[in-house]
């Protein structure tokens, strides 16, 4: 059996089987032996026993071929199996291993085996730094002193809260009686210090460094001031007496400051010399007020001053008029905002308003409060030319009759508002009254512009737009089949508001300010889709005879017993808007508008208004609403289009 072994490894030395496309392979001596169906195995005589694809494997194993091949050796014998292989011999045998791929893989866990390893110390060294670098340092164990404090043997620790406990901080600022505690500004450095000695290699002594703390310093400097400085207050108009109809002067008041550059200094001064227990005694200014009471005085004057006119609705005047008091006498401190709703209150019977013609998405109504607008259009444009900044102001709908279209500020209580801010540097006060039909409000100040300053409003029309479809009314009065034009309707516009400013008679600027949209009325036409013709007292029938007054065609009754007849107080007053925030919406505060005819016959026709002018004439419809699509947003200091505009 060790023979045979013997015999079948010297054999398999010898030969090389190579492999091509079609599976046959090449011994040593230079034959081919193809595969073949029936298994073979080569016989001992041949002295080369054929390797297959499987390697022998162990004493007394027979080899067996992966393929089967006729026999070709000397003796001319065919293949058989050998039955002298012994135990095994009957078995496959195995594959011949792959060297080439068996050493590639190899290679390639070796690789990877020294990449584990390699990364395995960098993170075990990376770990160990990590723990010596955050781990609190040892005690010293040479001799160090920070100035005359000793710090050998102890922790970093031990050595700050011993530092510290040696200069105590407790540094103060005092005025007046007041103590202000300063934050601890050694700290900081401290630990600076204690860094520099721990994690470097310590020298005997160090000096507690008291410099670079310039801007920290500065902070608590700062923060002081803000405490104790107060600034001086200008004299100023402060409140106004209605019995006299003037307003009351205050005196100016002193204000005062800290002195910041002698603080900073007495505190660097404290730091260098060790002295974290001093108390530093603030110097605080006396600042005088710009403006005494004498000059204020002398100063305040009518800066500003506008008119409008109004109608002879009565109602609707004393609407205006009750706003006028409502904001006549009004003094705003500079920073101080003013809302027209908010100053004027809710529109109410009890405070004496009436009932007035005004708009209402449209329709003609009834409403507590119509004519307010015209107060605060009125008030919009004194103190745009006063040169305060207005923050919330709207269009109407509608055109307004009283003023310039685009230069109007519609109002409503729990819609539209008005709205300015006092941008100047001192107290304003507002002049509002009514009288003979017209409206007048003036703003008394000291002069918040330049000498020879002045602002303006000049508003054109950019376009018409045409007017709404037809509103068809039934009327019983009209014969069947016919229609008549009861108002004519009228266009829309828009319209293009510049901000006007000169300087001694010379244009500076007149940028476009805001632009403004109005909407048309529709045109008003009485048909009669009935059949039932009722002719009207006095009115020419078919036959030619007239119907006598209170009488009707026999056999033909209105429904309700009379006429239709149109509202007495809607034909002959002014109306006004109820201020819906764009045409289209549904308004939900009440009307407080309403110059004009109830049903405009023609296209409003507005005369435009010359600088320093204050009053404004229209033949137009007196309708007014809020601004329409495509408003542009105002300048601050004419106002915005609405909140949020």
Known sequence: MDELNRRSRAAGSQQRAVRSSSGSYRTSSGSTRTSQSTSHRSTGSSGSRARGASSGKGSGTAYRGSSRSSSSNS????????????????????????????AIVGVVLIIAIAIGVFAFQNRSEAEETQVTTSAPE??????????????????????????LEQYHWNMTVSWNGETIALTNLMETKVDELLTEIYQGEPQESYSLDTSGLEEAVAAEVTAIAAQWDKTAKNGSISSFDAETGKFVFSGAENGQAVNQEKLTEDIQNALNAKDFDAVIEAEVETVEPEITEAEAKEQYKTVST????????????TNVRLACEAIDGIVLQPGESFSFNDRVGERTAEKGYQSAAAYSNGEVVQEIGGGVCQVSTTLYNAVVRAGLKTTVRRSHTFEPSYVTPGMDATVSWGGPDYEFVNNSSSGIGIRASYSDQTCTVSIYAIPILEDGVKYDLKSTKVKDIDPPAPTYVEDQSVQPGTEVVDSAGSNGSQWEVRLVITKDGETVSDDVDHTSTYKGHAPVIKRNTSGVWIPLPGETLPDGQTLPDGQTIPGITPSDGSLPSESSDAGSSSVETSGSSEPGTTQTGPSSEGPGTVVPTSPSQTAPVSPGSTETTAAGPGVSSTEGPGAVSPSPVTGTNGPGA
Do not use: F, H, M
């Open 138 to 163: 040892t005690e010293l164990q040479k001799e160090v002193k920070v100035d005359d404090i000793t710090i050998t043997g102890l922790s970093r620790e031990e050595a700050r809260e011993k530092i």
């Open 306 to 317: 506008y008119t409008t006119k109004t109608t002879a609705n009565s109602k609707r005047n």
């Open 75 to 102: 003796s001319g014998s065919y293949s058989r199996r050998n039955s002298s292989s012994g135990r095994g011999g009957n078995r496959r045998r195995k594959p011949t291993p792959n060297y080439l791929w068996i």
